[in-house]
């Protein structure tokens, strides 16, 4: 069993930043493939970022290329999702998420574990 607990979120205004962190519990945080998704109000939980096992990796969705950075920590089990020129649309709840199964966490049908989510909102 994995638990994961993120933090980080909050107000920010338009074209601000916002580093997200997420801390797994355990001792085996460096076999799982990480992933940030989120869920606008409204709208159905979508793919945000992955990043591989090993960290060497990572993926993410069009509309934050270039703007969000994910990494990873495996000697502090944490992932962090750091946010740069936040826009309106970006406001959702952000959650961690973690699976075993799989080398690259992209879809909602590969997470094993889920986080709480923290509440991103940007303000125009």
């Known amino acids: 069993q994995v638990q994961l607990v993120e933090s980080g979120g909050g107000l920010v205004q338009a074209g601000g930043s916002r580093r997200l962190s997420c801390v797994a519990s355990g001792r085996t945080f460096s076999r799982y493939a990480m992933g940030w998704f989120r869920q606008a109000p409204g709208k159905e939980r979508e793919f945000v970022a992955a990043?591989?096992?090993?960290?060497?990796?990572?993926h993410y969705e069009d509309s934050v290329k270039g703007r969000f950075t994910i990494s990873r920590d495996n000697a502090k089990n944490t992932v962090f999702l750091q946010m740069n020129s936040l826009k309106p649309e970006d406001t959702a709840v952000y959650y961690c998420?973690?699976?075993?199964?799989?080398?690259?966490?992209?879809?909602?049908?590969?997470?094993?574990?889920w986080g709480q989510g923290t509440q991103v909102t940007v303000s125009s």
């Open positions: 998420a973690a699976s075993n199964r799989v080398v690259e966490l992209r879809y909602r049908f590969s997470v094993d574990y």
């Open positions: 990043i591989i096992q090993s960290g060497a990796s990572t």
